[in-house]
């Protein structure tokens, strides 16, 4: 028998952890509350990033992003310049627009790219612009071609 509020018994307890950890992923994944909370504290987290995110739900970048694509073969630009071949949906600034805004809609500005990249890419992008939150945007200049941030990236 399991007593309340346990989920497994005592011979099995140690299988709690990973249910419970189960359990807290599928909920995220489908509770507004937790897309809400994600939404009002870090995706619209001030007034600039409120508008940076608004572009996102625009005819325009529907446009933009149709164009990149089909221009990259929904091949990831990241991973081409490695020698890769890599099938990608996610169209990215190569400049982020937290650091230049007026780039936001140039199409030179966006390249196809794949999950692994663009989560080594964040990163990167959070070191040397000083992107993201909790970080200050540092005065630098902009790196705008993709084979020089590949080898940056992979440092």
């Known amino acids: 028998m399991v007593a309340f509020p ?12 990973e ?40 005819r325009q970048w ?5 164009q990149v694509l089909e221009r990259d073969h929904y091949l990831c630009a990241y991973c081409k310049v490695q020698g890769l071949i890599t099938p990608a949906k996610t169209v990215d600034h190569i400049v982020p627009i937290e650091f230049d805004e007026t780039l936001r809609a140039n199409i ?7 999950g692994s990249c663009h989560r080594a890419k964040t990163d990167w992008e959070q070191s040397y612009y000083g992107t993201g939150n909790g970080n200050e945007l540092k005065n630098i200049s902009p790196i705008n071609d993709i084979s020089s941030i590949v080898v940056l990236m992979s440092d």
């Open 6 to 17: 346990h989920y497994y018994c005592q011979q099995h307890y140690e299988h709690e952890t």
């Open 19 to 58: 249910y419970l950890a189960s359990r807290q992923r599928w909920a995220r994944g489908n509770d507004k509350q937790y897309t809400h909370k994600y939404n009002t504290v870090t995706r619209y987290r001030n007034e600039d990033k409120r508008q940076q995110y608004s572009f996102y739900r625009t």
């Open 62 to 66: 529907s446009h933009l992003r149709q």
């Open 108 to 114: 030179d500005n966006l390249a196809v790219i794949c």
